[in-house]
């Protein structure tokens, strides 16, 4: 019969068996050790008994103490000495002797553990045993005569629990901790491969799967890997056809716009030069700069998932910085750089120099006078902050910059260039390297970006 494999099984199965488990050990060890404590009465010690019953029927009452004196030491066949007691008790168990007004522990218990007066038998504790009865008839009255042995004896462990409830406590926890403990790294290890898995994905890792092993799994935690997987599988189909589809448009723009342009240059050269034409020429050519942001963005998203190499991130972006620094001084403003000579990291140039150079162009167009660029490593980062002292950007916009097709209308609209496609970029750019980008603005005017990039 094939058990089931659901997670439901597995928890009560656990439960079950740890429960089950301390029950029994509390139910079941007192009958165990009882069995174990408790055996019949053997010879040796019967004959002791009837010899010193003997004994005591010939000695005078008044010497029945002295006699158990007497007796104290025994010894076995092996020459082994015994330290022994005996109590001599009434037929309603109380001590004979007028000196012995309370019986010792062990013979108490003894007592209560005896079925019967007439079937002698040894009851052996963790350091003495106890033995008897045996019946002695002393002037008249029936007797029973008792022995204790200090012979102690190993005993298993498990009985140790049942003397120390606190040891039985820790057991109980540790072997329960040890079940659960198994059940949650059995469960815990693909549920932390399919977080690992979804981060990935979440990351831009579009060809990140769960694992064969998880996938092989016969419970709910297999099946929702194989949900996973699927899903995966269609996110990576639309995402990969909306990448297709958005760059195969841009291209298929290209080509009339490029026959446009080519009959405004005809119409231009035979003399033909309206006002009309030059609206036209005007809106071609920011329809060509769209289609080049389209394209970067389209690019941008397959570069996404490229593996990331060792460099200098000095390196990488000096030839930005020094076209930055040109156009700078075509447009009489001024960028002051601040940064360390070298500064090795890990990533993909293409997009690091991308989203630097939206950042720089974004600062410099709108700058009144003054754009600042610092780079800045610290422990387990760097920073890159770009300053302007432009209008800045309205405090409730700040966060929604950075969506696609977004311009701010007081301080970036069409007239200025740009189709709210720069700042996408570079967040997508930044994003692909686990970074962050956030916007803030200055006082008295301008605008800070502050790229954070985790160093790996």
Known sequence: MKLPNHLLFKLLLAFWITSSLVLGLVIGLPHLQKSFDREPLDPRLATVLNRTAERLAETPPQQWR??????????DERGREFRMSFYLIDKDGRPVFR??????????????????????MRY???????FGPKEVQLNGETHYLIGKIRAPHQRPWLFFLMAHPGAFLLVAIAFSGLVFGLLAWHLGKPLRHLKDTAGALARGDLEARVDGDTLSRRDELGQLAT???QMADSVTTMVKGQQRLLSGISHELRTPLTRLQLALALARKKGEDSAELQRIGREAEQLDAMIRELLALSRLNMQITDSKHPLDLIDVLTDVIDDAGFEAEQMNKQLSVTMPEHLPFKGIENLLRRAVENLLRNALRYAE???SLEIVRQPNEVLIRISDDGPGVPETELETIFKPFYRV????DRDSGGWGLGLAITQGAVEAHQG???ANNRTPHGLTMTVTLPLA
Do not use: C, I, T
Request: charged fraction near 35%; glycine fraction near 2%; aromatic fraction near 10%.
């Open 66 to 75: 002295q006699l158990s004196h007497k007796l104290r030491h025994y010894q």
């Open 99 to 120: 000196g012995d007004r309370r019986l010792p522990r062990e013979v108490r218990h003894f007592l209560l553990e005896l079925d019967s007066y007439q079937q002698p």
């Open 124 to 130: 052996r504790f963790p350091d003495e045993v106890v």
């Open 227 to 229: 949900s996973f997987n």
């Open 369 to 371: 006078s003054q754009v």
């Open 409 to 412: 209308a007081e301080a970036r």
């Open 436 to 438: 962050r980008v956030r």
